[in-house]
């Protein structure tokens, strides 16, 4: 690489509010106000780092001191004597603090004491503040006193990624932005645009994990686009960013997932071996296992759970997605969400990363490979045959049958997968079943509550989508309650037997 290389990020620097990327509101708000000459005395910006904050900042500074117009205006020329030197940092009345290198009261009251001076080249003098909340108490101070009364010529513009530590007084004298994270798609038009005037080839699969990488950030994606251009003399492709990032494949990981969840130990840890002697970093393994927990979350049919057309999957894996779900429950898929979760601290702590990570794939195979209490007594019920719609899962998985409902236990385990706590738990411990098929239900009802019925009338509706009819009969059948079923069974258990003989009078009050 010659020496003259700009970073791209300095580079392609916006240098006016209409080039800013992803950041329309605060363009809107800002022009408008320059516009019709509502100028503020101070300004905070703060969004994660790389979002613009410092681009915005100056050019504020040149809509204030642009020479092209007789006012501020919403678009500086960039050409003028002050528009160049603010672009360069280097304009006279235009201060920019690095609140991370000057958090001592004595400099921050040097810098301030010199407000009171009218500008030199400029209308306004103008103070950007970066990091802002890295400033000492005392700085903070110093700062304060300024803004109670600041002179009429001098406009601060503060900015910071930790807008808490700002403290109040502070804040309730600046006009507040939120610059937000900027959108995949943007960041993929905005890095296209980059490639397309450097005249190096950037596939789409490629351009696509750089920008989710970016995770919001225009600087992070570009430094990243530097490195891979560096790294492939300007042939970026999916493959080149993979190797970059030390991510494995997409594709890679929705199949890990597949064996893992179908309950084969040895396949699970071997495929684990294949992906880290591919060179993939296992912290980043374990990020795209919790993406794909997430998705595989949202897209699972007990769950309506909104718009997934931003999950980035390719239309086969979202299928064979679809076709995990059919067999996994809501339930296993939060409970390996949760061990994922608490993985993360431990894999990034430990000596050696592959031993915690294959310990922690053990325990995932572990949830994974547990049927939930419905599911057992579905098998143990149903004699193993299914009456479900689903598709036959080619694995030796528990089945998962979210969708028909036509046993005691596939109605227990529907409404505990919806999180329908009140009716589960008054279904389970007083109703008894005399008969129930798809569409029909004959009960007795131990304790008569009136609004039971109903309730579980309009929740099969809407749940399988057709009508029920509730025959509530008023004598008993001297039926088991599901948790009677699960107590008798627990009580069967020849574990449980020598536990309860043990003890004298010991009965079953709770399963936990
Ligand atoms: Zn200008």
Known sequence: MDNNYTVLARKYRSQDFKSLIGQD?????????????????????????????????????????????DGPTATPCGVCENCRAIAAGQHIDVLEIDAASHTGVDN???????????????????????????LSTSAFNALLKTLEEPPAHVIFILATTEIRKVPVTILSRCQRFDLVRVPVETLKHHFAWIADQEKIELTDGANELLARAADGSVRDGLSLLDQAIAQTAGHVDEAAVLDMLKRADRGVVVALMETLLSGDTAAALARVDEIYNNGADLSMLLTDMMEWTHWATRMHPALHAGDVTN???????????????????????????????????????????????????????????????????????????????????????????????????????ALQESKEILLYSYYTSNIEVSEISDGHIKYFDRRGDADFAPRLATWLNDK????WTLERITESPHAHTITEQKQEELAADPLVADAMSLFENAEIVGIK
């Open 311 to 413: 999950a980035p999957y390719t239309a086969d894996q979202r299928e064979q997605i679809r076709q995990i779900n059919e067999r996994v429950s809501l339930n296993t898929l939060s409970r390996i969400w949760q061990v994922m979760v608490a993985a993360v601290p431990e894999i990034q702590a430990a000596g050696n990363q592959k031993q915690c990570f294959d310990m922690l794939v053990v325990r995932l195979m572990h949830i994974a490979d547990m049927p939930s209490v419905p599911e057992i007594l579905r098998q143990q019920s149903n004699g193993g045959t299914r009456t479900d719609s689903a598709p036959a899962a080619s694995t030796s998985a528990p089945a998962a049958t979210a969708h028909v409902i036509d046993s005691t236990d596939s109605l227990a385990r």
């Open 464 to 467: 399988t989508g057709h009508a």
């Open 25 to 69: 509101v605060l363009v809107k708000t800002l022009t408008t106000a320059i516009n019709t000459g509502r100028i503020a005395h101070a300004y905070i910006f703060t969004g994660i780092r790389g979002t613009g904050k410092t681009s915005t900042a100056r050019i504020l500074a040149k809509a204030l001191n642009c020479l092209a117009s």
């Open 108 to 134: 921050m009251r040097d810098i301030l004491d010199a407000a009171q001076y009218r500008p030199t080249n400029g209308r306004y003098k103008v103070y950007i503040i970066d990091e802002v909340h890295m």
